[in-house]
């Protein structure tokens, strides 16, 4: 769910550390909110991977009602 949003950081952490853009306000560093970014987005990828892995859900639902195989 938060991979879409992790790439999103991800990409906006490299164009701040790599200098595409520059910001220009006296208390942002470029390089630091870049790197601050980046660690942001590889940290949203990693837990939406591991909390949420699409190969262990199941959608099969069982219900019994009694002694009979339901059809």
């Keep these: 769910m938060y991979i879409g949003l992790g790439i999103v950081l991800l990409v906006l952490g490299l164009v701040l550390a790599l200098d595409v853009i520059t910001v220009d ?10 790197l601050i970014l980046i660690l942001a987005g590889v940290l949203a990828i990693a837990i939406s991977l591991l909390y949420a892995p699409p190969w262990r859900r199941r959608d099969e639902v069982v219900h019994h009602t009694d002694d009979r195989p339901v059809r």
Excluded at 25 to 34: E, K, P, R
């Design 25 to 34: 306000l006296n208390f942002v560093d470029d390089g630091a909110l870049g």
